[in-house]
């Protein structure tokens, strides 16, 4: 029967589906306490998870060896493809991507079924049950809609098709996978909240198992798009990072809930509340993710990112009706279990901040998911209407200025409630930030190019469109002064813990200098003060979005020996160059033969001093001439970034329109995004101790957490290394590189940052737990 | 939990290994092709010892080792909570030092807190009193009992890991350690089928 790969590969996909079957069945018969059904059932689990390698490995093997007899491999991949980008194109397409996502989900299994051990013995059972039944569903959307292994209806052809250009990037290298391990890690969490609520084990231990799967997720979902901005902004050409695309939206959906979700654990956890909350919490971020999965590849929404229309959409409608059905049926069923007896006694509390908190994180996500949905949504009952970037950059904006604001409040309070005095105590440092950077703004921020307020045109007419007008026109003030508060929040905090600390030492007649006690502060409160390095990583990234109120951005149209002048910079057009064939084409680009490149040369001026050459340039692809790249050239800055795109060259008149953007603190969403995942994984790292779990197990469990760290520390290095690799060529030659006559002070910096946050969270990690 | 006896441990923790250093070598000597097939081949092998055990384990063809056993006694719904309540005093006291929290309140949070957790290992003492009598009860008639005779050669090496309890004593130390399953009916156990091990301990 199997004499062929696709065929013997669709067997595989078969025998997934039977062995997820098989220990679904297992898993749910060993609910009724029967250890000796509950090891069938993990041990199906490892099965189960080992086929999928099985079959991405045959993929795999089928796209290095060019088997054009799977449509899939011919349709994504050419036989003059660099062999990393055959890796990528597994997926690169829809088919490959839900197999990729099985195998990640397979992944996140066996790590699960194996963190579990003998822990919580009576939610496993349902654990395994619910993630075998998404990978059910997966493998059964694969083997009727979108199976990788079909065959070629017309035989094998000589050559495949290709992977679309603007995928032959080495961001979408690390990207879709970053984001779709922060997307099926979701999956683990929810599989904890249905099996506590089949299991009516409804205490508040299961959410501190769920919290780290959850903030794991939470970390990878941060990079994904992180990495996702940085794609866009490099390689679509259009001078941003975010143009609020229906499937960029999707893809931040769940980050809200998750964010939610990571505050709010906390309150069940310290004052046995919101447990109702949790749970529909983690079923939303599910969902989501599932919805994200949906809009990308249903074709319902048009998009840049979508993949080709396909009829995989009723699947997963049927699958996220059965998600919503089932939660909502067991949250119900387990009401009386889940209502808690304790209230908010303060609006002066934490849990009263996290509350408002959460009800402005879920707001921002239902207002981007229906923004999303509104195109499709208006048709119903109207023509189609477009919601555009201004929209949601008007609409947004207070929303995640009062999230930013709270991000900020919240750790000034105590739990339950908050003396008036402490408050006071609390406020003092940061309300002092907010103000004399709000003041100092003022006064000085206009002279150095970056004014407090700024013109925002009256979106709409009425009031609301004069409050959404004032409020942008405030915004960059308001974000910096906010910005200030939350920096001042969160060294207060640290110096106040140090402080705690070396008294506690002194009355233990000891001494702890600072650097010991803040290195035992952080080592002892991982959670706490990593997610207060979370909290500092946001503010960088803020400023970093906040620039864009101050970007200029230009387009003009320049014969060689003109110049331009930009802000404080000036560009001089130089000439068009056509590589290969052109003389001054480097050697890589003369050897290049699977392309035709278009490059605009322009030399950097700053107050009369060369700063070097940016040469934007267009791409002809031989295999898709239709589709020509548009590729960018930047110097980019702490600062800011020249980024620059041509648009059109003229062969005789060598005439050239170009896409000028002066992009201001852009870098600082990279630097917060880089802190942010140091944060995270300074929550996130196990709290071991040698003497409790004996030296052993210790080493074993600090092996996995040391490979899982190391995953995200790679990641974080790859994403802080950007403005270097920018310049770098990859396997297929890009914009060349920007050649500068000054050192540029930018790619160290970031970097340096990097290696500071991400070694001082190793120290603390690796560090041994004394003076506990 | 790994397949079953010392074979199958000794085999998940070489599989992987001999999986990918095979396939590293392969790599640099053949080419990422073979490499590929190598990977193919070790998760295949994988996948057909796990799926053995799991029928094995389902038909109660393979004894619970100690290991497994030990972890019955996972913690109670009263021991989580005791967990977290302790938790929570911890987290008061970090209030306090960093003066998040007035005196009054610690004061009253704090003995509410001390209050729960001393309920709480009230209950578990008392819960765990029965159980570490029923134990102590299986372990006299255990060591009452006459030595068992080794297994014949084909299957004694799973058999003679003195790593291994069969199914009829699994749950005494589950029961001595917190007794998680104390909603379950004593018969569970006894209902399963008899393992290869529980039918030497009978004769």
Redesign the interface.
């Given at each position: 029967m199997w004499q062929s790969l696709p065929e013997f590969g669709t067997g595989v996909l078969y025998a997934i589906l039977v062995s997820a079957a098989y220990t679904f069945a297992v898993g749910l018969a060993a609910g009724r306490g029967q250890p000796r059904l509950l090891r069938s059932a993990r041990l199906g689990a490892y099965a189960t998870a080992g086929l999928t390698l099985f079959a991405i490995a045959l993929l795999t093997y089928a796209f290095v060896t060019h088997d054009f007899r799977i449509r899939y491999v011919a349709h994504y991949s050419d036989r003059s493809m660099p062999r990393l980008y055959l890796f990528t194109a597994l997926w690169g397409g829809q088919d490959g991507s839900l197999l990729w996502w099985l195998f990640l989900l397979s992944g996140y299994t066996t790590a699960c079924v194996a963190w579990l051990g003998g822990r919580y013995r009576q939610l496993q059972p349902y654990v395994i049950a619910t993630l075998m039944a998404i990978f059910g569903f997966f493998v059964v959307l694969m083997l009727f809609a979108a199976n990788p292994f079909e065959a070629t209806i017309a035989g094998a052809r000589a050559d495949g098709e290709g992977l679309n250009p603007l995928l032959q990037n080495y961001w979408m290298i690390i990207h879709p996978p970053s984001l779709y391990t922060g997307f099926v890690g979701c999956s683990v969490p929810f599989a904890f909240c249905v099996s506590a609520l089949a299991s009516g084990r409804l205490d508040n231990e299961w959410i501190v198992a769920v919290r780290k799967w959850m903030l794991f997720a939470f970390m990878f979902l941060s990079i994904g798009n992180a990495l996702g901005m940085a794609w866009a902004y490099e390689e679509l050409g259009w001078g941003g990072y975010w143009a609020w695309d229906p499937v960029e939206n999707a893809a931040c959906l769940p980050w809200f809930s998750a964010a939610a979700y990571v505050h709010s654990t906390m309150i069940q956890e310290r004052r046995n509340m919101l447990k109702v909350w949790n749970v529909v919490l983690i079923c939303i971020t599910f969902f989501l993710t599932i919805f994200g999965t949906f809009l990308t590849r249903a074709g319902i929404i048009s998009s840049v990112h979508a993949f080709a229309q396909s009829d995989i959409g009723k699947y997963f409608v049927g699958f996220m009706a059965l998600v919503a059905a089932t939660s909502a049926a067991l949250i119900v069923w387990r009401l009386p279990k889940l209502r808690g007896k304790t209230e908010i006694e303060a609006v002066a509390s934490r849990e009263a901040m996290f509350v408002i908190n959460n009800w402005a994180l879920l707001g921002a996500a239902t207002f981007i998911l229906v923004a999303t949905m509104f195109p499709k949504l208006s048709e119903l009952w109207n023509d189609k209407v477009t919601v555009g970037p201004p929209f949601y950059n008007r609409w947004l904006a207070p929303i995640g200025l009062t999230i930013f604001a709270l991000m900020g409040l919240a750790p000034l309070f105590g739990w339950r409630k908050t003396s008036p005095d402490a408050l006071k105590k609390a406020f003092v440092f940061p309300t002092a930030a907010l103000v004399v950077t709000y003041v100092l703004h003022i006064a000085f921020g206009r002279s150095l190019g970056y004014p407090a307020f700024v013109e925002r045109d009256v979106f709409y007419p009425g009031t609301v469109g004069i409050v959404l007008q004032k409020i942008g026109s405030a915004l960059p003030g308001l974000t910096v002064a906010i910005a200030a508060f939350n920096v001042a929040v969160v060294i207060q905090e640290f110096a106040r813990g140090v402080a705690a600390r070396r008294r506690s030492a002194e009355k233990r007649n000891d001494k702890e200098s600072i650097p010991v006690a803040l290195f035992r502060l952080l080592d002892k409160n991982r959670r706490r003060y990593g997610g207060y390095i979370v909290h500092l990583g946001i503010c960088a990234m803020f400023i970093g979005f906040t620039g864009g109120a101050w970007s200029i951005d230009r387009e003009t149209a320049m014969k060689p020996g003109q110049t331009y002048e930009l802000g404080r910079y000036t560009l001089r057009y130089e000439g068009p160059r056509m590589c290969p064939g052109n003389p001054r084409c480097s050697p890589e680009e003369q050897a290049d033969v699977t392309k035709r490149m278009i490059f605009a040369d322009l030399t950097l001026l700053e107050g009369g001093k060369t700063l070097g050459r940016l040469s934007p340039a267009h791409f002809i692809y031989h295999r898709q001439p239709d589709s020509p790249t548009t590729e960018v050239a930047m110097r980019r800055s702490l600062r800011e970034d020249v980024y620059t795109t041509v648009a059109t060259v003229d062969p005789q008149s060598k005439r050239a329109t170009f896409a000028f953007h002066v992009n201001v603190f852009v870098s600082w969403i990279w630097v917060g995004a880089m802190v942010l995942v140091g944060g995270a994984l300074i929550s996130l790292w196990p709290e071991l101790s040698f003497r409790d779990v004996g030296a052993w197990s210790y080493l074993r469990a600090s092996a996995g957490a040391s490979a899982g760290v190391a995953t995200s520390v790679m990641l974080a290095i790859w994403l802080c290394m950007s403005p270097t690799s920018a310049y770098a060529a990859g396997t297929r030659p890009r914009a060349p590189a920007f050649t500068d006559d000054v050192r540029r002070p930018f790619p160290l910096a970031p970097f340096g940052a990097a290696a500071a946050g991400l070694g001082f969270g190793a120290v603390v990690a690796f560090g041994r737990r004394r003076g506990r | 939990?790994t397949?079953s006896g010392r074979p199958g441990r000794v085999l998940a923790a070489v599989l992987p290994a001999v999986t990918i250093v095979t396939a590293l070598v392969v790599g640099v000597a053949v080419g990422?092709?073979i490499s590929?097939?190598v990977?193919?081949a070790g998760?295949?092998a994988?996948?057909i010892a796990?799926?053995w055990?799991?029928?094995q384990?389902?038909t109660?063809e393979s004894p619970?080792t100690l290991e497994?056993a030990?972890?019955?006694?996972?913690?109670s719904?009263e021991e989580?909570?005791k967990?977290?309540v302790l938790?929570?005093l911890k987290?008061?006291e970090?209030?306090r030092?960093?003066?998040?929290?007035?005196e009054e309140?610690y004061a009253e949070?704090s003995a509410r807190y001390r209050t729960e957790a001393k309920r709480l290992m009230q209950l578990l003492d008392a819960g765990a009193e029965a159980d570490r009598e029923r134990a102590e009860k299986a372990l006299r008639e255990r060591l009452a009992k006459p030595p068992a005779k080794p297994e014949p050669a084909a299957d004694g090496a799973e058999h003679a890991d003195d790593k291994e309890l069969p199914?009829s004593e699994?749950e005494a130390p589950a029961r001595a350690s917190g007794a998680?399953?104390a909603?379950?009916p004593p018969s569970?156990a006894t209902n399963?089928a008899p393992s290869g091990a529980e039918s030497e301990e009978a004769s």
């Open positions: - | 939990m397949p990422v092709e590929l097939l990977i193919a998760a295949l994988g996948v796990l799926l055990a799991s029928v384990a389902l109660g619970i497994e030990m972890t019955l006694g996972a913690p719904a989580e909570q967990r977290s938790r929570a987290d008061l970090f209030e030092s960093v003066g998040k929290i007035s309140d949070l199914e699994r998680e399953h909603e379950t569970d399963e």
